[in-house]
C-alpha cells in the first residue's frame, strides 16, 4: 500500500493506493473517533473539524479538515494498527 499525504487549503489530504480497502480506511476513522486508537494525541485529534472517505479499494481518499500538520498525520499513519 501506497499513502500519500498532502496539504490542502483547510487540512489534509491522503490517498491510500495499491493494496488497500475502503472499509479498512473507515474502521480506522471509527477508531479515532471512538477513541479507540492511540495513534494521535488528544490534542491532534482535538484539532480535527472533519473526515471524509472516498474512493474504491484499491484507491482509497482520507480528507482531514482543521488545523493539523503533514507530521502529526504521519506519525498517526506509522502508529496505525489498521493500516501496519
Known amino acids: 500500500m ?3 499525504v498532502n496539504i490542502t ?3 489534509i489530504k491522503i490517498s491510500f493506493t ?3 480497502k475502503k472499509q479498512n480506511i473507515i474502521k480506522m476513522v ?3 473517533n471512538s477513541g479507540a486508537c ?3 494525541s488528544d490534542n491532534t485529534k482535538h484539532k480535527i473539524e472533519d ?3 472516498s474512493g474504491v479499494d484499491g484507491d482509497v481518499k482520507l ?3 482543521g488545523d493539523i500538520t503533514e507530521s502529526e498525520i ?3 499513519l506509522s502508529k496505525s494498527k489498521v493500516l501496519n
Open 18 to 20: 495499491g493494496e488497500v
Open 38 to 40: 492511540e495513534c494521535m
Open 63 to 65: 480528507d482531514l479538515t
Open 30 to 32: 471509527e477508531n479515532c
Open 9 to 11: 487549503d483547510n487540512g
Open 51 to 53: 473526515i471524509k472517505v
Open 2 to 4: 501506497t499513502k500519500n
Open 74 to 76: 504521519k506519525e498517526a
